[in-house]
């Protein structure tokens, strides 16, 4: 079974560029997770859906952050402008279910610099 | 305000040895505890879990416990290898609001000498 794939895994900016990362969960994951690592931290949930609706934003900057999970499978989270405090590694995962005892699946992350 | 805490960001262990990871919680609404495991350049995968219901799962080599008055649980790793050496994230969720999420701590690296 094909795990949760992210895509790119590496990617450097310059400050205030634009940037978007794309996640493709596990088939048939009905719950789809962003999260915000930052070095030496856990990770940070920045948004859950739950098929193509975010059911949980509270945490997602709105300012320069958007995502989106079109047809309820693929998502994509995008930074503009990108700042210098954004770098980080951005984790996508997913769930068959979301009532909080689900395993949830991680990818790789993508690691994202800022210069 | 951490809600969930791993107060050792390393620990070391020979090979052979048993190896405690310990998590402290402050959010009374948790009654679900994972602990997750990293590798480098990996994301984070499912180790075990336990339910507020019980204060023990056993996993083949891994244990874990959970003492509520004291909001407090570990991993034991019995005996622990080369191949555990990794990052371990202690994990914790609830039924209500924002405690539904999973919250981690900021994770302990482990190694362990062969």
């Known amino acids: 079974e094909a795990g949760v794939v992210q895509s790119p895994r590496y990617k450097i900016i310059e400050k205030k560029q634009p940037v978007a990362f794309w996640c493709n969960p596990i088939s048939g994951h009905n719950t789809l997770y962003w999260y915000l690592q930052n070095l030496g931290q856990g990770p940070e949930l920045l948004i859950r859906?739950?098929?193509?609706?975010?059911?949980?934003d509270s945490q997602l900057p709105k300012d320069r952050f958007s995502a989106e999970r079109l047809k309820g499978v693929d998502s994509t989270l995008k930074i503009q402008p990108a700042e210098l405090g954004d770098s980080a590694v951005y984790l996508c995962?997913?769930?068959f279910g979301s009532g909080g005892r689900e395993t949830q699946y991680f990818g790789p992350g993508t690691r994202l610099l800022v210069l | 305000d951490q809600q969930v805490k791993q107060n050792s960001p390393s620990l070391s262990v020979q090979e052979g040895r048993i190896s405690i990871l310990n998590c402290d919680y402050t959010?009374?609404?948790?009654?679900?505890f994972l602990w997750y495991k990293k590798y480098p350049a990996e994301g984070p995968t499912f180790l075990i879990s336990i339910s507020s219901i019980k204060d023990k799962n056993e996993d083949g080599r891994f244990t874990v416990f959970l003492n509520k008055s004291a909001k407090h649980l570990s991993l034991h790793i019995v005996p622990s290898q080369p191949g555990d050496s990794a990052v371990y994230f202690c994990?914790?969720?609830?039924?209500?609001?924002?405690?539904?999420?999973?919250?981690f701590g900021s994770g302990t690296q482990l190694t362990v000498l062969p």
């Open positions: 994990a914790a969720s609830g039924v209500g609001g924002s405690a539904r999420q999973l919250t």
């Open positions: 859906y739950e098929n193509e609706e975010a059911v949980d």
């Open positions: 959010n009374s609404m948790f009654d679900y």
């Open positions: 995962a997913s769930s």
